[in-house]
């Protein structure tokens, strides 16, 4: 060590600490072979990605009945193609056919997975409209990458899943292990070696230390690991469907019409004439309505769907009760955000407004409550997909997902307006001014019969009237549960 210090090149310590370290792994390795029992209050310790990978395939080459790991969607391994951390682990499964052993791969969630991938939505919808070429390309890439390494492993006998709610597990971790939330993964190698790897929060590895019978209370430390699993396996899914969902919402998320800021400002204060007429008249009929069934002021509970600038929330305030409650949704960020400032402003603390993030598209409900009013206006209803209607039953798209949604969260007596964009508004293109041609064209693409409509929304059992014909471009639909 002198004589390299006396190179002056400055490496000297640093070849010492790392002399030291594997000394120290050396070493406890040692003590536990010649006296074969637990010498070290240390687990080995490698703090490089390039050692503990090293380290982490000679366990796994050694495995015969049980391989048992967690890992984070971040996970640098499992984005990436990395031949040789996908070989190893492919190897160990084309072996398991000869031994048996049980291999489980959880990948572990920070929040329930509906709210991961609106997240992840939320990101790629902030990418686009940033026009970040680049980024999108990396995201699409590291969920392809996924996607295969997942599709790979599961060919070859793999059980991989999905779980969340790890850091409630936790506390009944031996203090000792020193658990990271987000960032501490596990590996299991049959009952003679477990791997504490840091780094999961940065999708790398930082360090890894392995517990064997070598390390003091092994067995103890061993036993709540592996119960630390199977209480996260108890409550996992398949990760199959998880994924599908990813590609579904890069491939809805690349078409989706964007609402930057401007377009929100436009729409609220410099709309076309014609357009702003349209607005007018879309609510008064929608006023007039509320008044002459005499809910006005009597509404318990309201819902907009597809809230945009919190225009009707804001403007149906005074329909809606003092203690009632009034939420609005809207899935694009951007929107929410403009949303809850504006309501802030004009309302104050008016303690009624909920202002969220939720696709209306999805299964999930956005409240376990039913509504009394339910609004979706401004065409709204045309931006859901829909299939051609074939069979007996309607398709199973995001368009009648809408509609049953409607119907799962309106109250036995409520009522539930929306507008649609007619067929002729949409071969004429006279949708929104300020939509882009390229936007107009998309919505014109998603123009329904009104026949259609009708039995689609019979078909979730809900009673039409007859639509309110708005300016020859718009239906005022409204919807109610049919009279006993
Ligand atoms: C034309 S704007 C609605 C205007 C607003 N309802 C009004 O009348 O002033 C359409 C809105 O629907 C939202 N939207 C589109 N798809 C959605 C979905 N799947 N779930 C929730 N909101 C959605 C858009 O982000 C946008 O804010």
């Not at 609510?283 to 009597?298: C, D, I, M, N, P």
């Amino acid at each position: 060590m002198k004589r390299i210090n006396e190179s002056g090149f400055g490496f000297a310590e640093a070849l010492q600490a790392a002399q030291q370290s594997l000394d120290k792994n050396k070493n406890v390795l040692r003590d536990y072979l010649e006296a074969r029992g637990p010498g070290s209050e240390e687990p080995i310790l490698f703090d490089s990605e390039s050692l503990a990978i090293l380290a982490y395939k000679g366990a796994i080459e050694a495995v015969r009945e049980r391989y048992w790991t967690t890992t984070f969607l971040s996970s640098g391994f499992w984005c990436s193609l990395n031949e040789s951390v996908l070989g190893a682990n492919l190897r160990l499964l084309a072996d398991r056919e000869r031994t048996g052993a049980s291999v489980r791969r959880l990948f572990l969630l920070p929040v329930p997975a509906g709210e991961e991938l609106q997240r992840l939505q939320d990101e790629r919808m902030l990418l686009r409209k940033q026009q970040d070429v680049e980024g999108l390309a990396r995201f699409d890439q590291k969920f392809a990458n996924l996607a295969e390494n997942v599709h790979e492993l599961i060919r070859h006998g793999c059980d991989i899943r999905i779980a969340h709610g790890a850091e409630q597990l936790h506390p009944a971790l031996p203090a000792e292990l020193a658990f990271e939330p987000g960032d501490t993964e596990i590996a299991i190698y049959d009952n003679w070696r477990f791997d504490l790897f840091q780094g999961g929060r940065s999708g790398t590895i930082e360090s890894v230390c392995g517990y064997t019978p070598a390390t003091a209370r092994f067995e103890q430390n061993r036993d709540r690991v592996v119960e630390y699993f199977e209480r996260l396996w108890a409550k996992s899914q398949p990760i199959g469907e998880f994924l599908e969902r990813i590609r579904k919402l890069i491939e809805y998320s690349s078409t989706r019409i964007e609402y930057d800021t401007s377009w929100l400002v436009r729409y609220d204060h410099a709309l076309p004439r014609e357009d702003e007429a349209l607005k007018v008249a879309e609510f008064s009929s929608v006023q007039v309505e509320l008044t002459r069934l005499a809910r006005w002021g009597k509404v318990r509970r309201f819902l907009d769907v597809g809230t945009c600038t919190a225009r009707y929330p804001l403007a149906l305030r005074e329909a809606v009760r003092a203690d009632g409650d009034i939420m609005a949704i809207d899935n694009d960020m951007d929107c929410v955000r403009f949303s809850q400032e504006k309501v802030q402003r004009e309302s104050g603390n008016d303690a009624r407004f909920k202002i969220k993030c939720h696709d209306f598209r999805s299964t999930e409900l956005p409240s376990e409550q039913k509504f009394d009013l339910i609004t979706c206006m401004m065409g709204t209803l045309s931006h859901f997909e829909h299939a051609p209607w074939e069979g007996h039953r309607p398709p199973e798209d995001a368009l009648q997902r809408a509609i049953e949604n409607f119907a799962r969260l309106l109250d036995e007596e409520g009522v539930l307006f929306f507008t649609v964009w007619t067929e002729k508004a949409c071969q004429e293109l006279r949708l929104l001014g300020i939509y882009t041609d390229e936007d107009r064209q998309r919505l014109a693409r998603t123009s329904i019969t009104r026949q259609e409509l009708q039995r689609r929304l019979e078909a979730a059992g809900l009673r039409v009237s007859t639509p309110l014909l708005l300016q020859d471009r718009m239906d005022l639909y409204r919807c109610e549960w049919p009279r006993p």
